[in-house]
């Protein structure tokens, strides 16, 4: 009878109830970033009655009862894209908008900026993505990308390592330099043809091709090379036969040799070109007739402020003059007399975003704005200093330093803990946080490692329920502390006790024990860590199949068990026994053959391990009991995906730090490209939390 009363009151909907289902969203997170068509968006919902329907604009969701969970597939428009959810019982209670999330979709997602080039009306821009191996168009009206070639798209040789981009509206194609041949490509089919390389045309061959630039003649095309600097030189090709001839450099043309060539641009009337070199910093001023060369801009040549590491040129029709980029600075060079003023001085706050070392500045022919490719396209008015974003890929201010290297998800707070890897820039690791909702970011403790004296922190743990992180490092020398305790609430850093060099050696990976909330540290056999610097040895490892330098190690929910990935191994430890197992290998277990394993989390609510698979990047999932092996997420990346693409709305690269969070599903993951994505763990979709 009680068995028929409970069934009854599972089925029967409450006649008292008079509220919709409440429903929670999971996926994706509000304001994140996309460039989905088609996008996953899941939660939960919970009623006192049975649970008619949830739709996401109008479309169905698939509701599972027995969880409490739906999810959908939504069309996602261009720009912001609100999404609303709508929940009904049996009993006909509804709510329109029981919840809310939004995205926002600009075209295809950008990695990392390299080479870039702009068209002569202004109106669009377009650049090499290098972490995609796509040449991206950007409407600097409207913001919106568009491949316009990559490895999928167009046909033709491969694109791959362009190292510098034309535009040649004329004839409608881009001029691009790669693989030491020079290449057009079709603005409309993507299509790829060669011009001219030592299988095409005649002349001498190219000698590491690196900058083409389209002379306003519009039939030849002006190419650096930069070999070697007493024979770095400039070639004219014709682009109907892919001749080449010697401009200036080598035996032709007067004046003094180049340095290593940075960049080339040439003037609006066609007469001169410009080329930085360095070896000394300088600026040449080249003559197009005869290829003479003359210093234009050097410390001792030209009145004004001169920056080192100038990496670019432009040219601005609009003042006549040569528009010179160093990291933070861009100055206008006075094309006869090499004088120069600072356009964007570095203490302007313009200068903020162009701080990256390789950041790519064009001039607007129309306007003499400046367009900047940093992460998102910027226009600037170097009148007023104004920056205004044209076409958004960034999400979230603060931490200019944001290179993560690990993160830990705190639903509590709906927050991200992640670790900075220190670099020549930021000689300093640091531990910061991130607010999922809104992207911002926080730096709030400088960590004792220091890149200049070989030791930084690349790796880190959180442990939420202790309130602490376990920070340690990779280091090139054996006179520091290899492991640090950072208290989460006082943000006090301490040593972990007991760890320390010589007596140890560096730490292959480090997790933490859930009962315990001790360290647990892998260095060639697994050892806990006490409080009173003790150690205990959990498991000596012998006898295994391979323990590199690269491993990544994390425990259960419960702590009776830890897994260790190393190489394409994934091991079983018994916490209490200390035996270990082989899990996964290419051996052991069904689903994709894995190469390098790195980094791991453990799925409490699905029991399953998760880890990223590094050489080619994909997002695995482990079944700890049948060793099977699902490829969860994968697609575009500057590489092959293990098994097809599996999911989509963010490149996925190489995947640095996994963060599962058991509620929702949802797995957070800092990539190579210097983003943080959420990861619909069912689907694959992801979005850009924060870049």
């Known amino acids: 009878m009680e068995t028929l009363l409970a069934l009854l009151a599972a089925t029967l909907p409450a006649f008292g109830d008079t509220q919709a289902p409440k429903v929670e969203v999971f996926f994706p997170p509000r304001g994140t970033l996309t460039d989905a068509k088609l996008l996953t968006v899941s939660g939960s919902v919970a009623d006192e009655s049975r649970v008619a329907s949830v739709t996401v604009n109008g479309v169905a969701a698939q509701v599972d009862d027995v969880e409490g969970r739906w999810r959908a597939q939504v069309p996602i428009g261009v720009g912001d894209c609100e999404l609303v959810i709508a929940s009904a019982d049996v009993l006909g209670n509804l709510d329109a908008r029981a919840a809310t999330t939004s995205v926002r979709n600009d075209g295809t997602y950008p990695m990392w900026w390299s080479y870039s080039a702009i068209a002569p009306d ?13 040449l991206v168009e950007v409407d600097l009206l409207t913001g919106l990308r568009r491949v316009v070639a990559d490895e999928n798209d ?65 039939a030849h095309a002006i190419v650096s090379n930069d070999a070697w600097y007493p024979l770095n030189h400039l070639m004219r090709v014709d682009l109907a036969t892919g001749n080449r001839a010697i401009l200036s450099g080598l035996d032709v043309g007067i004046g003094p040799r180049f340095g ?140 200019h330093q944001f290179g993560p290297s690990a993160l830990g998800f705190e639903s509590s707070g709906d927050q991200i803990w992640y670790l900075n ?35 930084f922190a690349d790796k880190a743990v959180f442990d939420f329920a202790a309130r602490c ?41 480090v ?40 491993t990544a190690l994390c425990a259960d929910d419960s702590g009776r068990a830890f897994y260790l990935a190393s190489g394409p191994y994934l091991l079983s430890v018994d916490a209490v026994t200390g035996v270990w197992w082989c899990t996964s290998s290419p051996a052991i277990g069904g689903g994709p053959i894995l190469d390098t394993l790195f980094p791991i989390d453990f799925d409490g609510r699905r029991r399953q391990i998760v880890l990223a698979n590094h050489k080619t990047p994909a997002l695995i999932e482990v079944d700890p009991l049948s060793a099977v092996r699902t490829v969860r997420a ?40 210097r983003a943080i994505l959420a990861i619909e763990i069912e689907s694959g979709d992801r979005v850009v939390v924060a870049h």
């Open 421 to 455: 890897r220190a670099n020549f820039a930021y000689p300093r690791s640091t531990l910061c946080r991130l607010d999922v909702g809104t992207g911002q970011r926080t730096e709030l403790v400088k960590l004792p490692f220091d890149f200049n004296g070989n030791l």
């Open 634 to 673: 994968a697609g575009e990346c500057a590489g092959v995906p293990v098994a097809g693409w599996v999911g989509g709305g963010a490149p996925i690269d190489s995947l640095l730090g996994v963060s599962v969070d058991d509620h929702t599903g949802v797995v957070y993951a800092v990539t190579g490209y």
């Open 260 to 399: 290593r060539i940075y960049d080339t641009v040439l003037d609006h009337s066609g007469t001169q070109a410009f080329v930085t070199c360095g070896g000394p910093w300088r600026v040449f001023a080249v003559d197009l007739v005869t290829g003479a060369r003359r210093v234009l801009a050097s410390p001792g040549v030209g009145s004004g402020a001169w920056f080192n590491s100038i990496l670019q040129l432009g040219f601005d029709a609009t003042k006549n003059a040569v528009v010179g980029v160093a990291p933070g600075v861009v100055l206008a060079i006075d094309p006869v007399t090499g004088d120069r003023t600072e356009l964007i001085p570095p203490d302007s706050p313009a200068s903020a975003p162009l701080q990256e070392y390789f950041i790519r500045v064009l001039s607007d022919p129309s306007s003499g704005d400046l367009i900047a490719f940093p992460n998102d396209v910027l226009r600037i008015d170097p009148e007023t200093q104004e920056t205004r974003i044209l076409s958004r890929a960034t999400r979230g201010r603060g931490d």
């Open 469 to 509: 992180a376990w920070v340690y490092s990779t280091p090139l020398s054996s006179a520091h502390d290899w492991g640090y305790r950072v208290d989460l609430a006082t943000l006090e850093v301490a040593p972990i006790p007991g760890f320390h060099a010589p007596d140890w050696p560096a730490p292959g990976s």
């Open 154 to 218: 167009g046909g033709g040789v491969t694109i791959k390592n362009v190292r510098s981009v034309d535009v040649d509206m004329a004839n409608g194609r881009l001029l691009v330099v790669f693989a030491n041949a020079l290449y057009s490509v079709d603005l409309t089919t993507g299509v790829r043809t060669l011009v001219s390389s030592g299988g095409k045309g005649t002349g001498p061959v190219f000698w590491n091709a690196k900058d083409v630039r389209l002379e306003v003649d519009g």
């Open 511 to 550: 997790t933490f024990d859930p009962d315990t909330h001790e360290p647990v540290i892998e260095v060639g056999s697994l050892w806990r860590f006490h409080g009173d610097g003790s150690a205990t040895e959990v498991s000596t490892l012998t006898g295994l199949p391979v323990l590199g330098y690269s």
């Open 122 to 134: 202004g109106r669009h821009a377009y650049a090499f993505d290098n972490g995609r191996n796509a």
